[in-house]
């Protein structure tokens, strides 16, 4: 099984565990940090079946989506989490997401972790193009693609219907030699 590790300047990048669960449920739990994802708050038991669920898989498999713990080296302690799917019929395509705590935002933890691991894909993994699909009104996270040099390419109108109404999202995307040429201006 390959194990994923990445180390920043303030974060560790690295496998959930179990010992990660109070961290994780405080913040999969605030209805604020789930409005415009997929999933909805969890219990405490459905953050531990996630967790046991998602010790089960692996970096590199086709098609499947892997949640990596995000720890602030200086505490120890889980901050958010971020999944990696490689596109089911061709792995150099990736998909990727990403989650602070509400408790944490705000100060740069996103965009470190974000570059770290368009970093591990691209230089490390062979990756050609890694894609993330955000909620139209989600300025957060449509502010964090555009500052880590994300391009917008698709603007879907209510394709989705999700928490009681349809949304809209963009899909923003990089391809490698965007990565390449952007690593001029951002430290990786
Ligand atoms: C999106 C999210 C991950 C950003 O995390 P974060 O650690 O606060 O982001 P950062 O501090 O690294 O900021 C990155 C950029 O986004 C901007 N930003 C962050 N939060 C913002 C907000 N609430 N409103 C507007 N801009 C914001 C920052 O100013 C920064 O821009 P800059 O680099 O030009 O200064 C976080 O808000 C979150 O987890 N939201 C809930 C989960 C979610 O919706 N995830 C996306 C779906 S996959």
Not at 65 to 74: F, G, R
Not at 86 to 98: A, C, H, K, P, Y
Not at 146 to 162: C, Y
Request: hydrophobic fraction near 40%; include cysteine; aromatic fraction near 12%.
């Amino acid at each position: 099984m390959e194990l994923l590790s990445i180390e920043t300047k303030r974060l560790n990048i690295r496998h959930l565990a179990l010992s990660d669960l109070a961290d994780f449920h405080s913040y999969r739990s605030n209805p604020e940090v789930t409005k415009y994802q997929g999933f909805d708050v969890m219990t405490m038991e459905e953050a531990e079946t996630f967790i046991k669920d998602n010790s089960t898989k692996q970096f590199g498999r086709a098609g499947e989506w892997v949640q990596y713990a995000i720890e602030n080296k200086a505490t120890g302690k889980l901050i958010g989490d971020c999944a990696i799917k490689l596109d089911q019929f061709d792995t150099r395509v990736s998909e990727i997401g990403i989650t602070i705590s509400h408790l944490e935002q705000k100060k740069g933890f996103a965009k470190e972790a974000l570059l770290s691991i368009l970093s591990f894909l691209f230089d490390k993994k062979g990756v050609h193009r890694v894609v993330e699909i955000v909620d139209a009104e989600n300025l957060a996270s449509l502010n964090l693609l555009k500052s880590t040099g994300f391009r917008q390419e698709g603007h879907f109108i209510e394709n989705v219907f999700f928490k009681g109404k349809w949304g809209s999202e963009f899909q923003y995307a990089m391809l490698k030699r965007e990565w390449d040429e952007r690593r001029g201006w951002h430290p990786a």
